[in-house]
């Protein structure tokens, strides 16, 4: 027990330790599936309402004060994405065979990552305050083969995020809670792609970091028994990358450029139906539409390098989920989610293969101690299929004249997540929270 407390604690206190590359298990780059396993089980239905235990406070951070007392929570989820773009255009399989290069890209998702996140919360009175780590985004593409007509495109794609989430709650009064966190997230971007067709062509590298801050806020009700809403608000972040642009043959340019991740609304319901089963339901919308077209600006000059296109759609996410009581100790998990990708055919490259998608999850929660509680849980993501298409009369904003290339991926991906909470006070210490949602 000594050495689970030990670990709990490092989790808890060092989030600057805390780092993750990851490739999307949500829409475009985001990372939902890494930030809470008692959440994937449920395909995160009841996010905001506080169902999906404390990573709930990742998406409302009013949801801190459902659990009473002093806790700690460590999550780890594996994603393991697949794809790979195959080519039956003719035009592209002609014009790669003439140039020696291969068609396809072969699996671009390599051997998946591991997210890592945290949550801590302490209580007092009817104040609660804490913290959350995480990585909400995040990305590792990189096509099997480096050889391929679309390299002058991408022959690697890598995002690191790490957020770091200073929270405060605080319960109005026995039907009102409300809660605000400030966001301190950290970016890092590393992007290149080959620098023309020719067979080993040196790459173009294009780097960039930076820290910048956002907040979230939220608000929990609970106006009937068993029942939790909330909704949670999480601001754009800005973020103002500095960096450099690699060319063969070329000095390295310093660079800057200014993107925006995108802010959301998520709303949840849980419901306590008896003393065995209780529902969740779930909703997000997410401002893709803010990361759209980057000028990539040579830094101390009005000369703009490069300009990196997306022109992403708004996204939205649905789902439902279920938990069931086995006895005191043993919790089963079910839920299913449809998400409408930010990503539209029109604008999609071979970064990445994302498409609309359904979810379909399970998971399992153990109550080991009255204060040690195991979570672990399972995802598998049907992604729709994911055509490409680069050629001059596509409109996508992505193509580099002269090379078409026209493929088509069938993505899935599958992850799996285990999480410990802790909690350090003793459960009968503090007052109880509507049923249902606090797990003792």
Request: no cysteine.
């Amino acid at each position: 027990m000594a050495s689970i407390r030990k670990a709990l604690v490092l989790a808890a206190v060092s989030a600057t330790a805390i780092t993750a590359a990851g490739s999307a298990g949500a829409s475009s780059f985001s990372l939902r599936s890494g930030q809470s396993a008692e959440g994937l089980g449920l395909s995160f239905a009841g996010a905001a309402s506080g169902g999906i235990g404390l990573g709930a406070m990742a998406w409302n951070p009013a949801t801190i004060v459902l659990f009473p007392g002093r806790n700690s929570q460590l999550n780890a989820t594996y994603i393991l994405p697949r794809a790979a773009y195959e080519v039956t255009d003719p035009v592209t399989l002609g014009t790669a065979r003439a140039l020696g290069l291969q068609a396809g890209s072969g699996e671009i998702g390599g051997n998946g990552a591991f997210v890592p996140a945290s949550y801590t919360n302490f209580q007092v009175g009817d104040l609660h305050i804490g913290w959350t780590t995480g990585a909400p985004y995040g990305l590792s593409s990189k096509p099997e083969n480096q050889n391929f007509l679309g390299q002058v495109y991408n022959r690697s794609a890598t995002v690191r995020t790490l957020n770091f989430a200073p929270t405060i709650g605080w319960r109005v009064n026995d039907w009102l809670a409300l809660g605000a966190a400030m966001q301190v997230q950290y970016l890092d971007i590393t992007l290149k792609r080959a620098s023309s067709l020719a067979v080993g062509a040196p790459p173009v590298i294009l780097e960039g970091d930076d820290l910048a801050f956002g907040f979230r806020v939220g608000a929990v009700l609970t106006p009937w028994q068993g029942a939790t809403i909330g909704v949670g608000y999480r601001s754009v972040v800005e973020h103002d990358l500095e960096g450099s642009l690699a060319r063969p043959g070329l000095p390295t340019l310093p660079i800057n450029a200014r993107l925006h991740l995108p802010d959301s609304i998520t709303v949840g319901y849980s419901q306590v139906l008896n003393d065995r089963w209780t529902v969740h339901l779930g909703g997000e919308w997410t401002n893709w539409s803010v990361f759209d077209n980057i000028p990539v600006n040579v830094t101390g000059t009005p000369i703009t390098a490069t300009t990196l296109n997306f022109e992403y759609d708004d996204s939205v996410y649905v789902s439902a989920g279920a938990e069931y009581a086995w006895n005191d100790r043993l919790t089963l998990r079910g839920g299913v989610a449809y998400e409408w990708s930010a990503v539209s055919d029109r604008v999609r490259n071979v970064i990445i293969s994302d498409n609309d998608r359904l979810w379909l999850s399970a998971g399992i929660g153990y109550q080991a101690t009255p204060q040690l509680r195991i979570d672990a849980s399972y995802s598998h993501l049907f992604v729709k299929e994911a055509p490409i298409d680069l050629s001059p009369t596509s409109g996508n904003p992505s193509y580099v004249a002269p090379v078409t290339y026209r493929a088509v991926a069938e993505p899935s991906i599958d992850i799996v997540s285990v999480s410990l909470t802790y909690r350090w006070d003793r459960p009968q210490a503090a007052p109880a929270v509507p049923a249902g949602v606090y797990k003792p």
